[in-house]
């Protein structure tokens, strides 16, 4: 079965499957543990204009089948990735996404006109939707004029793919993703985290640092689900489906709900190798639902669509 | 891929209520330095760090030795002999080895014990400086590894929180007086923050050098998420830089932190 | 330990642990395996003007650590209600909670002005939160101003205790909260189920018949705490927390955000007999984290109060 | 309280390939009846329904019997005699005892077919009318208790999807040969919706009275939820009011439902 998938402005990936930002830091991390070179993209830390400090810690807590973080968008700013993480980038054969964060509309567009000049980045992913800090972060992602502002600065400054990377933390995500797609966003990834917290009773406070955190790992997945789906029925772009996947029936369940790829994350945290094991089991998996390749099982949940093929 | 492997369980000692250390055979942890740790996958939605309590690289065994405070390490303490871990490791930025012309003071609270036990396996061998081992637990039941350290000879001053066993009340006052009779010892140590905290305090005041291992929570355990920071050098205009305790550390010079 | 909670207008419950709307029916169902007079209260399945006839099948479905459903809120109406579940609730000693829905304000109004009559109501819960039904659920529950008229028209038909329960999709569900204690509510409870969905792969179909359904369950503790905490931190009346409820450590979890009492939903499937085995706990976790009543865990984890007893 | 109890798996018998009969044993079992069901705790969010597929109310003793088709019933798949299941039970609404004055025909799909053994099992005894077994199943290899019944001296007329056992094709042919030969049979099945749902059809046009066992998925299973509707008399503006299955089925009179 062909694993590729094209996707818009020529971005094209070996495979569906991609290393969601935050999880999978800028690339060398893990490559002691999978081999990078056979992963549909990664997609790596957020990336400011200078270096942000992030959260104090702790920073992780384990919830019921999930996973709350507040990191708070640490790295160490473009010019060090730059001359650090683009060099080793380099070396691997997969698609490089700079996912990016600023505090302001300015911020972003600095990113993105910088890394648009690197010939390593295949295309930029414009995180308006990080739970956790104010700016950078979900002011953007929630107000659809300003998810607007922020996707025509980038897009006024890079021929690259662009996708938006839209927040669950609102009633009408794809408010959102129209916006973003109006300024000429050419694919939506979604979801970010759900805005959540924990408290530790041993120290009878909020169990994160920064107090409250966002949710990520299988807990989430009906949440992500259905965002994908609403917004794939809604917009014209095509979808990058992520949350909670942990296995290639999850990846399937995405496709059928409108995800053309997907990014996987928390379950790295337990399983390194899973991306690579879903890979392998795509093929397998597609064929036991009955669909002979890829685009095939693209929205074939969505209810205007013939079901109930068995 | 080579760090990533599984483990199996070759022996498993209740040594307290509610402690248990299992030894654990694979080729990968010929590697192992003292002041590492291993990522164990337990049913949990992350893995659990454990350190090193003793290491026998030649023959590619490690100890952790752990004490049930949750669900994952609760899951652990019920593992066989016989049994598999699935690992990631070595990890981390181990102990520096002891400069072998100066004394050497070993500082552990609780289940910080482990590592500084393998770091005195590693290097104990034709001490002829000052060494000192001193252990501080919450009461008489949760004291580990006395024997070990015992068995090669060293006898660790005990403090217990409840003076239910040794000297009544933390490791400082040992502590302080070793330093004063021994400025110039190079300290490791490992244990609650708090322990730390009030070591690295009153090592500002003083010579020598001081290596603190230290505990945080962590995701990947590899570098990748930025979860397991720590306050760190240098001090900015927001305040310390924060540092990775699974890649940085666990094992930091005391000069490097920020309590 | 005294477990009794005092709530505004004199509503007094034995203890803090009520079951939720919607999964615990109008009482008798569960009275075969669960001694009611020992719960602290029920809120009854909603109740409209007129009989619901709810969303079709399938209307459960199993995700991570968590459930969703798309009952869309089937109840036979006022008048069977009264005729068929008030007396069986007549002979109980709980507080009842009449969880009440309507297409429109006028429909609430309705059920709350004719229920208040009823001496076994002890309180009312205005459910503006249902994900799963357009009217009567969400489109109130997603806008302060219909929050407001809602809690408004109930109010001015009952002295009775009014709570208001509050939906976590959207981006500030305190706004809401707010809304309705500017109207009069007494106490607002939350959450309400998130918005998600599954897909069934066999029938490459959303596994409800409803399409989306509500998420509740474990997997949406970490969503409910911030909210209960967030709402807690910001209203000034009392909150009744609840999502994912299993044990009495979650109890104990909620009140340190700021709730005073707590219902219990999804577990109960599992184990009917759960709300019980938690009452009994509460004393003991309670002790083991250093508080010697309920009132003093309210709100311990905010972070004005003192904190790191230990 | 009297309903919620664990019972002992007494028996286990892997009576085809993913096909599992455990035989259960608790007081609270002497009441259960052909149709009904219990709902069993498994570690997932919810409880699995499951028929009863035989009934010994004298010891105390009933039958399951399942099919793995997910993570519920793999795990019950792994029970062994001995240990004990937490359920909820008998529930729901059985079969109406048959008329032992007509002919009388049972029609099973799949592991629909275990109540209709257990209805045999009750009723059976001195029946002289005309009585006739339908099973169906995919292939062969899911066909179950036809040994059952032939114990019984009832020989079932078996019907696989593809032809590996019995005849080709569904149970419909036989069963309209059935119904044109005792057309006031009263009829009890249980098997796949769409099997049902033909069933239901054919009825229609005839007399007899049908019972129809269903299937849906369920919250609670005693009635509180409203999960598991289906649709059913009267069809109101609305279309088809919606009936549950756990409480007021899962057994219904054909003329009751809407398919
Ligand atoms: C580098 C390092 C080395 C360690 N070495 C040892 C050792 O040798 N022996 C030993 O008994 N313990 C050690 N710990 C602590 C040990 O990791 C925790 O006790 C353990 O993770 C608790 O897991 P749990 O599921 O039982 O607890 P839970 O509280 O149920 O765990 C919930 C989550 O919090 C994390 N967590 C809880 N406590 C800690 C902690 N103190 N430090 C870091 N994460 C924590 C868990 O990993 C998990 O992700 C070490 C920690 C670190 C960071
Ligand atoms: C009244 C009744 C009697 C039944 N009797 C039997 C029986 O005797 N033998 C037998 O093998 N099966 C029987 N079933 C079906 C059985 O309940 C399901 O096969 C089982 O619940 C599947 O669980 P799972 O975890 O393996 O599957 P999963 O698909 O992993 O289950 C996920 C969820 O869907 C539900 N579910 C999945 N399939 C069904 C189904 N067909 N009907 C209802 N819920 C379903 C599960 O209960 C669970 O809540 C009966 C169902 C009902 C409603
Ligand atoms: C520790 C951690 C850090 C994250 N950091 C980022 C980030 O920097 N930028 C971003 O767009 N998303 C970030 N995310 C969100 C993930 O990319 C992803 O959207 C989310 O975790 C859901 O997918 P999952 O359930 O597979 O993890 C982070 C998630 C986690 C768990
Ligand atoms: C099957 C089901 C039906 C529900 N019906 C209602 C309802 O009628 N009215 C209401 O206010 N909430 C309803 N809820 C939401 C619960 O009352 C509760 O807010 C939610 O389930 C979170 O709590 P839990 O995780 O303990 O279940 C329903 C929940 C479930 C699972
Ligand atoms: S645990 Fe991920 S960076 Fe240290
Ligand atoms: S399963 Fe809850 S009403 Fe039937």
């Known amino acids: 079965m062909d694993l590729s998938v094209n996707l818009p402005r020529g971005l094209r990936l070996k495979n569906p499957i991609i290393a969601a930002s935050g999880t999978f830091g800028f690339g060398p991390e893990y490559a002691a543990y999978v081999d990078l070179n056979q992963l549909g993209g990664i997609s790596v830390k957020g990336i400011s204009p200078k270096p942000w400090r992030g959260n104090p810690p702790p920073r992780v807590w ?46 972003y567009r600095q990113v993105a006109e910088r890394l648009s000049q ?49 927040s669950p933390n609102m009633a009408e995500p794809w408010v959102v993703a129209q916006a973003a797609v109006d300024a000429g966003a050419d694919m939506i990834s979604a979801i970010n985290t759900l805005v959540g917290m924990a ?18 790992g299988p807990a989430v997945k009906p949440v992500a689900l259905r965002v ?54 795509i093929p397998k998996v597609w064929r036991r639902y009955g669909f002979q390749d890829l685009p095939e099982a693209v929205g074939a949940a969505h209810l205007d669509k013939e079901g109930e093929p068995g | 891929m080579k760090n990533a492997f599984k483990a199996s369980i070759v022996a498993r000692d209740e040594v307290a209520p509610d402690h248990v250390e299992l030894i654990l055979s694979s080729p990968e942890l010929e590697d192992a330095q003292p002041g590492q740790f291993c990522h164990v996958l337990t ?7 454990l350190s090193f309590s003793r290491l026998d690289r030649k023959r590619g065994r490690a100890g952790v030795l752990l004490q049930v405070v949750g669900s994952g390490t609760a899951w652990l303490y019920e593992r066989r002999v016989g049994e598999q871990l699935d690992l990631l490791g070595p990890l981390g930025r181990g102990f520096e080895p002891p400069d072998p012309s100066r004394p050497w003071l070993l500082v552990g609270g609780g289940v910080g014990i482990p590592p500084l ?45 409840d ?47 001081m290596q603190l291992c230290l505990e945080q929570r962590m995701g990947c355990g590899i570098g990748a998420c930025l979860a397991c920071v720590v306050p760190a050098q240098p001090i900015g205009e927001e305040g310390p830089c924060y540092r990775r305790v699974c890649t940085e550390g666990p094992v930091f010079q005391a000069e490097e932190l920020v309590f």
Chains 1, 3 share one sequence.
């Open chain 1, 118 to 166: 690197e010939e390593r980045i295949d295309a930029f992913e414009v995180n308006i939707s990080c739970p956790n800090v104010k700016e950078g972060g979900i002011s953007f992602g929630h107000d659809p004029r300003q998810a607007f502002l922020v996707t025509q600065a980038v897009r006024s400054v890079t021929e690259k793919p662009v996708m938006v990377k839209v």
């Open chain 2, 43 to 49: 049913p949990g939605m992350l893995r659990r760090p």
């Open chain 1, 228 to 281: 994908v789906y609403e917004i794939a029925s809604r917009v014209s772009v095509p979808v990058i489906g992520m949350g909670g996947i942990e296995s290639a029936e999850d990846v399937l369940e995405f496709f059928l709900a409108g995800a053309r790829a997907v990014m996987v994350g928390t379950v790295t945290f337990q399983y390194p190798e899973r991306m690579l094991s879903i890979i392998e089991e």
């Open chain 2, 163 to 209: 003076g239910s066993l040794g000297r009544f009340g933390t490791v400082m006052g040992p502590f302080l007086e070793w330093m004063d009779r021994y400025p110039e010892s190079q300290v490791m140590a490992c244990g609650p923050t708090g322990m730390l905290a009030a070591l690295h305090g009153a090592a500002k005041a003083r010579q020598g050098s």
């Open chain 1, 62 to 107: 384990e919830t019921p089948a999930g996973l709350l973080n507040s990191i708070g968008l640490q790295n160490p700013g473009l010019a060090t990735f730059i001359e650090e993480d683009i060099p080793f980038l380099a070396s691997v054969d997969t698609a490089v996404i700079a996912n990016i964060i600023g505090h302001t509309v300015e911020e």
């Open chain 2, 117 to 161: 036990y393998a770091a005195l396996q590693c290097w104990q061998a034709a001490w002829d400086q000052p060494l000192g081992v001193i252990l501080g637990a919450r009461a008489a039941t949760a004291v580990i590894m006395t024997k070990d350290f015992q068995d090669r000879g060293v006898y660790p001053l005990v403090t217990t929180d």
């Open chain 1, 199 to 216: 408290i530790d009773l041993k120290r009878r406070r909020p169990a994160l640092g920064g107090v409250t955190g966002g949710l990520s």
